[in-house]
C-alpha cells in the first residue's frame, strides 16, 4: 500500500510514477484525495458534535441545583447522539472506500526504473556461454521422457494437463535440486521456515495479490465454516504475512527466511507453442528467499539475494543473464525486479528462473509491519524482499538440454552428485 500522505502531497509525482508500470491512476487519485477531504470534515464534524455534548452535558447539574427542568437537555443530547452515529456511519463507509482504493493501486517503481514492458529491460550481465553440440540435441520432453525422469501422460491422467510426475531418478534429480538450493541458504543464515500450503485471504492482501488477482489462484471453501482459503501461489504469500500486526525491534532485523512449497497456479499449460512439459504447470516446487529489513539496508539485502540466486545457477554450470525489468514488467506489488534468465536450448531463447524483488514498505504498510527505533522509540515500516532460489520447473528441463550426451544419457552437475551418487543418468 502507498503512504497516503506521499499521495496528498505529491499527487502528480504519484500519477506520473505509476504511469512507468503502465497505470493511468488520475481517477483513483483525485478520488482518493477528495474522500480524505471528506474524511476530514467528517472528523471535525464528529469532533464539533462531541465538544458540544460536553458543553450541553455540563448544564444538566446546574439545572438540576436551580430546579429547571432538564428534559430538553436530555432531547438536545438524544439529538447530538444520533448526529454522531450517522457520522460514524458515513466515516466508516468512507474510510471502506478510501481502503479499497489504496488496496487497488500497484507500488510506486524505483526512479531509476525505465518506463513500459518487457522490450525495455535491460540485460545486466552474462555468465558464461550457451551450450553448443556436435549432434541433433534433444528437447527436455523427450530426454525425460526417454529416461524415464519425468511421466507426462501418467501425470494428466491424474489431474488434467499442466500437471506431471517425477519417477525415478527423476524424482530423486528433483529432490537433489531442492537439497542443493536449501543447503546453500542454511550455510549463509537463512532459517528454514515450511509454511502451509493454505493460506487465509488476509495473507494475499499483504502480499499485494488480492483484490486484484484473487482469480489467478486456486480457492478452497471449507463447508464447516465460512472461511475462505487459497492454495499458496509461492511462499512469498506465506512469509510476508509471518509478522503480520507486528512490531519488532532493530535487534530483530534482519530476518532472512528461506522456504521450500509445491506453488499452485492457475495458468494454465502453455501459452506458446514451444513452451512444453514444465516450464509452465499448475503445480511446481521452489526454493524462496525472503528478507524483512530496516529501511536504510534495503538496497544492501537486494543485493545480496542477486548474487545469492546467481550463485546458485552458476553452481549448477549454466549460461544464464541478468536482467533489470522496465517498471510494467514488474508485479504490482514490486519496486524493482531483477530476473536470473537461463538459456534452454529447444526454445531457442532464454527463460526466467529467479525473479528477485523489492517491496520497499508497500507489504509493510498492508500488513501493518513495523519496527521500533533504538533512539527514538517511533516505529516505522519495515522493507520486504524477496527472491526465488529457486524454482525447479525450468532448472530441471534447463539441466537435461544443456547437459545430454550424443547417446542420450545426461551429464549431472557436479554439486547435486553427493544428493545422487552418479556423475550420469541413462537408461
Same mark, same amino acid.
Given at each position: 500500500?502507498?503512504? &497516503?500522505?506521499?499521495?496528498? $502531497?505529491?499527487?502528480?509525482?504519484?500519477?506520473?510514477?505509476?504511469?512507468?508500470k503502465?497505470?493511468?491512476?488520475?481517477?483513483?487519485?483525485?478520488?482518493?484525495?477528495?474522500?480524505?477531504?471528506?474524511?476530514?470534515?467528517?472528523?471535525?464534524?464528529t469532533?464539533? &458534535?462531541?465538544?458540544?455534548?460536553?458543553?450541553t #452535558?455540563?448544564?444538566?447539574? /446546574?439545572?438540576?441545583?436551580?430546579?429547571?427542568?432538564?428534559?430538553?437537555?436530555? +432531547?438536545?443530547?438524544?439529538?447530538?447522539? +444520533?448526529?454522531?452515529?450517522? &457520522?460514524?456511519?458515513?466515516?466508516?463507509?468512507?474510510?471502506?472506500?478510501?481502503?479499497?482504493?489504496?488496496?487497488?493501486?500497484?507500488?510506486? %517503481?524505483?526512479?531509476?526504473?525505465?518506463?513500459?514492458?518487457?522490450?525495455?529491460? /535491460?540485460?545486466?550481465?552474462?555468465?558464461?556461454?550457451?551450450?553448443?553440440?556436435?549432434?541433433?540435441?534433444?528437447?527436455?520432453?523427450?530426454?525425460?521422457?526417454?529416461?524415464?525422469?519425468?511421466?507426462?501422460?501418467?501425470g494428466?491422467k491424474?489431474?488434467?494437463?499442466?500437471?506431471?510426475?517425477?519417477?525415478?531418478?527423476g524424482a530423486?534429480?528433483?529432490?537433489?535440486?531442492? #537439497?542443493?538450493?536449501?543447503?546453500?541458504?542454511?550455510a549463509?543464515?537463512?532459517?528454514?521456515?515450511? =509454511? =502451509?500450503?493454505?493460506?487465509?485471504?488476509?495473507?494475499?492482501?499483504?502480499?499485494?495479490?488480492?483484490?486484484?488477482?484473487?482469480? $489467478?489462484?486456486?480457492?478452497?471453501?471449507? =463447508?464447516?465454516?465460512n472461511?475462505?482459503?487459497?492454495?499458496?501461489?509461492?511462499?512469498?504469500? +506465506?512469509?510476508? *504475512?509471518?509478522?503480520?500486526?507486528?512490531?519488532?525491534?532493530?535487534?530483530? @532485523? =534482519?530476518?532472512?527466511?528461506? *522456504?521450500?512449497?509445491?506453488?499452485?497456479?492457475?495458468?494454465?499449460?502453455?501459452?506458446? *507453442?514451444?513452451?512444453?512439459?514444465?516450464?509452465?504447470?499448475?503445480?511446481?516446487?521452489?526454493?524462496?528467499?525472503?528478507?524483512?529489513? @530496516?529501511?536504510?539496508?534495503?538496497?544492501?539485502?537486494?543485493?545480496?539475494?542477486?548474487?545469492?540466486?546467481?550463485?546458485?545457477?552458476?553452481?549448477? !554450470?549454466?549460461?544464464?543473464r541478468?536482467?533489470?525489468?522496465a517498471? $510494467?514488467?514488474?508485479?504490482?506489488?514490486?519496486?524493482?525486479?531483477?530476473?536470473?534468465?537461463?538459456?534452454?536450448?529447444?526454445? #531457442?531463447?532464454?527463460?526466467?528462473?529467479?525473479?528477485?524483488?523489492?517491496?520497499?514498505?508497500?507489504?509493510?504498510?498492508?500488513?501493518?509491519?513495523r519496527?521500533?527505533? $533504538? !533512539?527514538?522509540?517511533?516505529?516505522?515500516?519495515?522493507?520486504?524482499?524477496?527472491?526465488?532460489?529457486?524454482?525447479?520447473?525450468? &532448472?530441471? %528441463?534447463?539441466?537435461?538440454?544443456?547437459?545430454?550426451?550424443?547417446?542420450?544419457?545426461?551429464?549431472? %552437475?557436479?554439486?547435486?552428485?553427493?544428493?545422487?551418487?552418479?556423475?550420469?543418468?541413462?537408461?
Open positions: 500500500m502507498l503512504d &497516503i500522505r506521499y499521495i496528498k $502531497e505529491k499527487p502528480d509525482e504519484v500519477i506520473a510514477r505509476l504511469a512507468k503502465g497505470k493511468d491512476a488520475k481517477e483513483e487519485i483525485g478520488q482518493i484525495l477528495e474522500l480524505d477531504v471528506k474524511r476530514r470534515d467528517l472528523i471535525r464534524a469532533e464539533d &458534535i462531541k465538544a458540544e455534548q460536553n458543553r #452535558n455540563k448544564l444538566i447539574p /446546574q439545572y438540576k441545583k436551580e430546579g429547571k427542568d432538564v428534559s430538553a437537555i436530555f +432531547a438536545q443530547m438524544k439529538e447530538l447522539s +444520533a448526529k454522531t452515529k450517522e &457520522i460514524d456511519e458515513q466515516l466508516k463507509e468512507v474510510d471502506t472506500q478510501i481502503t479499497s482504493l489504496m488496496l487497488g493501486l500497484p507500488n510506486l %517503481p524505483d526512479e531509476d526504473l525505465l518506463p513500459g514492458g518487457k522490450e525495455n529491460n /535491460q540485460p545486466l550481465r552474462y555468465f558464461g556461454e550457451p551450450k553448443t553440440f556436435d549432434f541433433e540435441p534433444k528437447n527436455h520432453v523427450d530426454l525425460c521422457t526417454d529416461l524415464g525422469l519425468i511421466d507426462y501422460d501418467r494428466t491424474l489431474s488434467g494437463s499442466g500437471f506431471w510426475i517425477y519417477r525415478g531418478m530423486r534429480l528433483e529432490w537433489a535440486l531442492l #537439497n542443493y538450493f536449501i543447503d546453500t541458504h542454511l549463509d543464515g537463512y532459517e528454514l521456515i515450511l =509454511p =502451509p500450503h493454505m493460506l487465509e485471504y488476509e495473507c494475499g492482501v499483504t502480499a499485494g495479490q488480492f483484490p486484484k488477482f484473487a482469480d $489467478e489462484v486456486y480457492k478452497i471453501e471449507n =463447508p464447516t465454516d472461511r475462505s482459503r487459497y492454495m499458496l501461489p509461492t511462499a512469498e504469500a +506465506a512469509l510476508a *504475512s509471518l509478522y503480520r500486526n507486528e512490531i519488532l525491534t532493530e535487534a530483530d @532485523l =534482519p530476518k532472512k527466511l528461506v *522456504s521450500y512449497t509445491p506453488c499452485f497456479r492457475r495458468e494454465a499449460g502453455s501459452y506458446r *507453442s514451444d513452451e512444453r512439459g514444465m516450464v509452465r504447470g499448475h503445480q511446481f516446487n521452489k526454493v524462496e528467499m525472503f528478507q524483512y529489513t @530496516l529501511p536504510e539496508k534495503s538496497d544492501e539485502a537486494f543485493d545480496e539475494l542477486v548474487m545469492k540466486a546467481e550463485n546458485l545457477v552458476k553452481g549448477l !554450470g549454466f549460461h544464464f541478468t536482467v533489470k525489468l517498471a $510494467e514488467d514488474c508485479s504490482a506489488s514490486m519496486a524493482r525486479t531483477y530476473d536470473i534468465e537461463i538459456n534452454i536450448p529447444s526454445m #531457442n531463447g532464454y527463460k526466467e528462473v529467479s525473479s528477485v524483488s523489492n517491496a520497499r514498505d508497500y507489504q509493510a504498510r498492508r500488513g501493518m509491519i519496527v521500533k527505533r $533504538e !533512539g527514538s522509540g517511533k516505529t516505522e515500516f519495515v522493507h520486504t524482499l524477496n527472491g526465488s532460489g529457486l524454482a525447479t520447473s525450468r &532448472i530441471l %528441463p534447463a539441466l537435461v538440454e544443456q547437459n545430454q550426451l550424443a547417446d542420450g544419457s545426461v551429464v549431472v %552437475p557436479e554439486v547435486l552428485r553427493k544428493y545422487l551418487g552418479t556423475d550420469v543418468i541413462r537408461k
